[in-house]
């Protein structure tokens, strides 16, 4: 009878040092190789978990695994859940599904919010972080880097037909409105803060015909591959500097401010107190030259994302080596 109970003890106890997944299935705590366990909080009381989601480009997997590993060496057991669309996301943070997720003042501000685009990167975070105390999500501190959306050509066919600005491309279209191919996500193109916007603050349109409309992770290739003329792309994306594009200036101020900052279900920081101050943290290490510098280096150089996440968190003296 004593040895049934010891092991039916050992059992339950083997039970609850397992972390549920992204996809509803069970298994064991893992830490990463050459790692020590988490520390523990408050006398070895364990943290609660937090559930990170993350969107399906290139610089929202590198915040999404910069803030994990980060979590993580503060003695956070973490979840991750990325790869998701921006309203799949959103949908899954004001649902508690996810804890929290690195989102962008613009794309709160017109597409969840249906507010204005706000083109001061100040007021445009003002307005979000106001706004969503009403859905107790907390928007702690923003980043100093603006990924707002870019209008791309290569570099050479840009010099070679003039064109600098929008409204230099908005006046070639105007006279040769079928030369020119553009690509763009299927999210963009259907936005008003998108392409629909820039044609009607500019005065311009691509014919039909001429879209291309592809995943987002293939714009760029495809535009250096001579595929496409004219591609929607990211500020800080690092292959604007690798594959020798150039974002067109917009001169009219059409897009929006889109600087990120993480967004916290509320009930997640009341649980956690230890959280903002430790997100705040990263969030104000984090600007435009490091992020073009990181997603070059993940598209173009073609590392890890976790590798590229960590190095850069031990060179920021976030975490030890």
């Known amino acids: 009878m004593l040895l049934t109970l010891l092991l039916a003890m050992m059992m339950l106890a083997a039970c609850g040092t397992a972390n549920t997944g992204t996809q509803g299935k069970t298994e064991p705590s893992k830490t990463e190789p050459g790692k020590a366990e988490p520390a523990k909080q408050d006398g070895g009381a364990s943290k609660g978990k937090v559930v990170i989601g993350g969107k399906d480009f290139t610089e929202q997997q590198i915040l999404s695994k910069m ?7 503060n003695g956070y057991p973490v979840e991750e859940a990325s790869n998701m669309g921006s309203t799949v996301v959103r949908n899954a943070l004001e649902n508690g599904q996810i804890d929290m997720y690195w989102e962008y003042t613009g794309t709160a501000l017109v597409v969840y919010q249906k507010q204005p685009a706000e083109t001061d ?36 066919q840009a010099k070679e037909l003039g064109i600098k600005s929008i409204s230099d491309l908005a006046q070639y279209m105007q006279k040769n409105g079928d030369k020119l191919k553009f690509a763009s996500n299927a999210e963009f193109y259907a936005r008003e803060d998108g392409m629909k916007g820039v044609e009607k603050k500019y005065g311009f349109s691509f014919p039909a015909k001429n879209v291309v409309k592809m995943d987002s992770g293939l714009l760029y290739n495809a535009l250096k591959d001579k595929q496409v003329d004219v591609s ?30 993480p967004v916290v279900r509320q009930a997640a920081l009341d649980k ?50």
């Open 272 to 321: 956690n107190p230890s959280l903002a101050d430790l997100l705040n943290k990263l969030s104000d290490k984090l600007n435009t030259d490091t992020m073009i510098k990181l997603n070059y280096t993940v598209d173009v150089e073609h590392k890890d994302v976790a590798e590229v996440a960590r190095q850069w968190l031990v060179s920021a003296q976030l975490i030890k080596q």
């Open 121 to 156: 990167p100040a007021k445009a975070y003002d307005k979000v972080k106001t706004k969503d105390k009403e859905n107790k999500l907390a928007w702690l501190n923003k980043a100093d880097f603006n990924n707002t959306y870019a209008i791309l050509m290569r570099g050479d």
């Open 232 to 261: 929607v792309g990211f500020a800080t994306d690092g292959r604007i500097k690798g594959f020798d594009l150039v974002a067109l200036q917009d001169d009219k101020m059409f897009f929006p401010a889109y600087n990120a900052a």
């Open 67 to 73: 803030t994990s590993i980060y979590l993580k060496e």
